[in-house]
Structure formats: structure tokens, C-alpha cells
T-cell receptor, first 112, second 113 residues
Framework: NAGVTQTPKFRILKIGQSMTLQCTQD?????MYWYRQDPGMGLKLIYY???????DKGEVPNGYNVSRSTTEDFPLRLELAAPSQTSVYFC???????????FGPGTRLTVT | GENVEQHPSTLSVQEGDSAVIKCTYS??????FPWYKQELGKGPQLIID?????GEKKDQRIAVTLNKTAKHFSLHITETQPEDSAVYFC????????????FGDGTTLTVKP
């Protein structure tokens, strides 16, 4: 199993550009999450999904959108990138609620 | 919502010493408390977890204790080694809100050889 994979690993965006961060898991997990991690800080939940077709907002959803058309994929869309979205983004999945989350390697995004 | 506070933010110990990291949580409905280790440039990885029906759990050099009354839990690492150097995160989750985990801000542990 590859676990949770994320692409790209690094990206530099100009202000106002858009992009999609890809996340795929091969563990057949229903629960998937997107977090951002700012320097020296913990993980803040952006969006989460409890299954295909179902998504909901986390703590910091503004400026982002998600979709979940399949169990495996959970892409995160940034529209009109802003410098405040410079961060490291982690995707995670879990088998059930209140269970271990498996994290991807992260995408380091810089908006200038 | 849940609020998790983690202390200290940085911790430096000599190899072979013990390290203790403490977290407090606010929501009495939380019932799952994982600890994650994040090495430089990687995603967090679970090292140990505890559920609210248990007071202590051990796995070799790592242990976690939970005090539900006081709403705090701690990570204990004994006989620390340089490879234990990393950022450690605590989290709290419950059965509501899709079991969303709320994370502490992390502790950077440095083990000096």
C-alpha cells in the first residue's frame, strides 16, 4: 500500500492564481481530512469528508473548496491565492472516527 | 469547540534522560487522545494513543497517561535517544463532529547526544 499520497510536493503561486492540491489514499478509508500547518504551529483543519459525496468545513475553510467524488480522492482547491495561504498542507485519512489518522507527506505552498 | 493546549513548546534533554510533554483539553466529550511524531519534512505519524476508558498505556519506551477528571494527558518518553528528536503533537477527538481531531501546537524535542 502506498498509503496517502499528495501532489505536488512544492508549488509557488502568484497572488490571484488558482490551483488544486491532489490527495489519494489506497486504504479504503471513508474519512479524509485536509490540514494546514503554519510555522511553529499545530495542524488546523480546513475541510473533511466522511465518505464519497459528503464534505464539511473545518476550522479554517475560507479561500478553499473540496470535492469527494470517490473514496480514494479528496482534492483541495485554492481559488484566488493570497499570501496568507502560504503554508504546508497535509492530507490525512482514517478508517473510522476517533481512530489513527494516516498523513501524506505534505505540499509546501508559497504565495507571492 | 474543543481546545487543546500543549506544553512545553520546546524541550531539550540529554540522551538517556526522560522527556514529558503535557496536554490539556476542554471538551469532556472527547474520548480519543493520540500522539503524533513529525520528523523534519514529513507528515505526522501516530506513535501511541489512548482512549478515555483507560488511564495509562505503554509501548516500550513510550507511555501515555490520561486524567479525565482534570482533562489532561501526558506523553512520557524514557531513555531518550537522538532519533527521538522531532516535533510531537497531541490531539483530542470525540464521537461527534466526525471524530475530528483538535491538535495542540506541538513540542519540539531535542535529544543531545
Amino acid at each position: 500500500n502506498a498509503g496517502v499520497t499528495q501532489t505536488p510536493k512544492f508549488r509557488i503561486l502568484k497572488i490571484g492564481q488558482s490551483m488544486t492540491l491532489q490527495c489519494t489514499q489506497d486504504m479504503n478509508h471513508n474519512y479524509m481530512y485536509w490540514y494546514r500547518q503554519d510555522p511553529g504551529m499545530g495542524l488546523k483543519l480546513i475541510y473533511y469528508s466522511v465518505g464519497a459525496g459528503i464534505t464539511d468545513k473545518g476550522e479554517v475553510p475560507n479561500g478553499y473548496n473540496v470535492s469527494r467524488s470517490t473514496t480514494e480522492d479528496f482534492p483541495l482547491r485554492l481559488e484566488l491565492a493570497a499570501p496568507s495561504q502560504t503554508s504546508v498542507y497535509f492530507c490525512a485519512s482514517s478508517y473510522e472516527i476517533s481512530y489513527e489518522q494516516y498523513f501524506g507527506p505534505g505540499t509546501r505552498l508559497t504565495v507571492t | 469547540g474543543e481546545n487543546v493546549e500543549q506544553h512545553p513548546s520546546t524541550l531539550s534533554v540529554q540522551e538517556g534522560d526522560s522527556a514529558v510533554i503535557k496536554c490539556t483539553y476542554s471538551d469532556s466529550a472527547s474520548n480519543y487522545f493520540p500522539w503524533y511524531k513529525q520528523e523534519l519534512g514529513k507528515g505526522p505519524q501516530l506513535i501511541i494513543d489512548i482512549r478515555s476508558n483507560v488511564g495509562e498505556k505503554k509501548d516500550q519506551r513510550i507511555a501515555v497517561t490520561l486524567n479525565k477528571t482534570a482533562k489532561h494527558f501526558s506523553l512520557h518518553i524514557t531513555e531518550t535517544q537522538p532519533e527521538d528528536s522531532a516535533v510531537y503533537f497531541c490531539a483530542a477527538a470525540g464521537n461527534t463532529n466526525a471524530g475530528k481531531s483538535t491538535f495542540g501546537d506541538g513540542t519540539t524535542l531535542t535529544v543531545k547526544p
